[in-house]
T-cell receptor, first 115, second 113 residues
Framework: GENVEQHPSTLSVQEGDSAVIKCTYSDSASNYFPWYKQELGKRPQLIID?????GEKKDQRIAVTLNKTAKHFSLHITETQPEDSAVYFC??????????????FGPGTSLSVIP | DAGVIQSPRHEVTEMGQEVTLRCKPI?????LFWYRQTMMRGLELLIY????????DSGMPEDRFSAKMPNASFSTLKIQPSEPRDSAVYFCASLSPRTGELFFGEGSRLTVL
């Protein structure tokens, strides 16, 4: 089955600096890669996703890149702010014709942005 | 839509007692997932359903855990008998068939003494 690894497990950056989180997946059939943000005491929420037909996607200060050959994908946050402090999870899934397969999460990265 | 609704939000029970967690998915979402979150093991997928049918329960820890989805708007996760190592936050999530986005409930925090 699918296995998702994520690094680093913790990351501390100064406000305004960039943060990068990297993930790898094992199942080459996976074609949908979402990222979720979980603030302390709250539920995980989707912040950005990427599908296998593109290599990069950007939304304001966050961007994701995907290398299908190497089975790597990454989250980039620029100009970090204290409110970016949270746990970030990468995930992998497979879109079928009319549904999605199970969503497997990486172990998470705890990001701290120091003011 | 009110989103995914879970109950109870908090449950404190004693070892050996039965625990039932409940979930109401978003209307129109035909896939439902149960996850368990702990500091040590992160977000573990326990079981997921498509169209009310269990598709993969390989993540269910042992026979003490069972899950049902009798209809499209309700699911339960039951632990009987409960043990202290079951203490965790249990999340239910439903999946948008159009976008693939998982919508999580607020979670049920279980403490087994």
């Amino acid at each position: 089955g699918e296995n998702v690894e994520q690094h680093p497990s913790t990351l501390s950056v100064q406000e305004g600096d960039s943060a990068v989180i990297k993930c790898t997946y094992s199942d080459s059939a996976s074609n949908y890669f979402p990222w979720y943000k979980q603030e302390l005491g709250k539920r995980p929420q989707l912040i950005i996703d990427i599908r296998s037909n593109v290599g990069e996607k950007k939304d304001q200060r966050i961007a994701v890149t995907l290398n299908k050959t190497a089975k790597h994908f990454s989250l980039h946050i620029t100009e970090t702010q204290p409110e970016d402090s949270a746990v970030y999870f990468c995930a992998a899934s497979m879109r079928r014709e009319t549904s999605y397969d199970k969503v497997i999460f990486g172990p998470g990265t705890s990001l701290s942005v120091i003011p | 839509d009110a989103g995914v609704i879970q109950s109870p939000r908090h449950e404190v029970t004693e070892m050996g007692q039965e625990v039932t967690l409940r979930c109401k998915p978003i209307s129109g979402h035909n896939s439902l997932f149960w996850y368990r979150q702990t500091m040590m093991r992160g977000l573990e997928l326990l079981i997921y359903f498509n169209n009310n049918v269990p598709i993969d329960d390989s993540g269910m820890p042992e026979d003490r855990f069972s899950a049902k989805m009798p209809n499209a708007s309700f699911s339960t996760l039951k632990i009987q008998p409960s043990e202290p190592r079951d203490s965790a936050v249990y999340f239910c999530a439903s999946l948008s068939p159009r976008t693939g986005e998982l919508f999580f409930g607020e979670g049920s925090r279980l403490t087994v003494l």
